[in-house]
Every structure is written in C-alpha cells, then in structure tokens.
C-alpha cells in the first residue's frame, strides 16, 4: 500500500496569492497610479508684470483626457479645409468674348468643319471643363469637434504647454507690457514659441496690446478649437477663461 507524503508547510516559505487578492491589488495599484498622474493638474500663475501670482488648477475633466491622435487629425483636416476660399475662375466657351459667326463656309475649303471662333481647339477661346469659384466645406459632428477639443488641451497640458495669467483686466493696451509677460513666461517654461492668450471675453486693450507682437494672438473662451490649441506652442489661460471653457463644453 503506498505511503501518502504529509505536506507541510514552511512557515519561511511564501504563500502563493489567490485570484481574488491578485485583481485587488492590481486594481489598487492603478488607482493609486491614475491619483497620481491627475493630481498634478495645476499650472503656475503669472501677474502682468510677469511675478509668480500663485498656481491654476486645471479640471481634470477637460485637460486630464486621453489624447485621441486620429481624432486630432480628421479635426485639424476639416478645419484647415473649410477656411479655403476657392476663387480660380476660367471662361467657358459661352463666357469668351468673340464673334458669334461662322469662321469658314461648311463645305469646300478642305478644312475641318468649324462653326466658332471661341471654340475651346482654338488658342484663345473657352476652357473645358476648368476651374470655378466654389466653396468648400466639410461637417464634422459636435460631439467630435467636443472630444477633439479636450484631446488638444489635453496633449497640451501633458507637454507642459499652458501657463495660468492674471490681472489681464488691468491691461493698458501697450505692446511692451504684454511683450514682457510673454517673454517671462517664455524664460521659464520648458516651451518657447508662439503662445495663445484665452480670455473669457474680448478685451481691446489685451488685442491691441499683442498686435504688433509675432507669435501670440489672443482668443475668447468661447471661440477656441483643436486647431489654435495645437497651432500654438504655448497656452496663456486665466481663471474665467477655463470657466468659460467648461461652459462651452
């Protein structure tokens, strides 16, 4: 009769997790993982003078996405798509200036037969089938432009890209007050570039104030799109403008 082994166990000898530990602990480890890779949404916020004015906390729900790079690209299409203007224009046959008799008798002549001097086999007459003033325009739905919108700002929050401004209401409309706040901000940040001021609404003297500057144009929250987002190398944002932002989302 054999002899059945008694398996002890070794109390210096690891036990092996069960299933149900293994999904917790796996499940902790990526909550813990996703606080906090969310956690550092906030920016550093800038006066007019270009002094540290506290930081900005970027909701997690607008800049905190996943970027959706096919998404970006049908987005970025259809916008550079539909501000083309296509005026090329040509003259048909019709539209040509010219006499309207018959150039040579039918028969006779040995010629092909001819009846127009506008006639497109002619050197100056109509073009077929030429180029004509239209306007080009593609769709793309809300929902889509929406998610496109949070996937630029999101990119742009992942690249360290969008810097908190404040006391833009106080703004004299001079070109080298807003010329300094960006060269501040330029100085400290890891991006350098052209920058995009968002506001909450249009400010005069802000727009007057970087007018004259390359690079930097200003927008109301309420006009942005993926495009000027990801145009610009940085995003110069404040307070009532992420408000305004939310709103329109």
Known sequence: MPVKKK????????LRASKKQITSEKIITKKQTTTKRMS???VPVY????????TLALPKEIFGK??????????LR?????????????KTRG???GSTAKIQRQKGTGKARHGSIRAPIFVGGGIVFGPKPRQVRLELPQKM????????????????GIFGVSGLEKATGKTKEMAGLVKKIRGI???????????AEKADKVVRGVRNIPGVNVMPANQINAYEVLRHQMLLITKEAVEGIREKL
Do not use: C, F, H, W
């Not at 398996?7 to 690891?14: A, E, G, L, Y």
């Not at 996943?66 to 987005?75: D, G, I, R, T």
């Not at 949070?150 to 929050?157: G, Q, V």
């Open 95 to 97: 539209e040509v200036r």
């Open 66 to 75: 996943e970027v959706n790079k096919k998404l970006l690209a049908q987005a």
């Open 145 to 160: 432009r929406k998610a496109a919108l949070l996937s630029a700002l999101s990119a742009k929050a992942g690249d360290k």
């Open 47 to 54: 006066s007019l003078a270009g002094r540290a004015a506290g």
């Open 189 to 199: 940040g890891e991006i350098k570039g052209s920058a995009l001021i968002v506001i």
């Open 40 to 42: 550092g949404l906030s």
């Open 78 to 90: 259809v916008y550079m798509t539909n501000q083309k203007n296509v005026t090329a224009s040509t």
């Open 7 to 14: 398996v002890t166990s070794n109390p210096s000898t690891p």
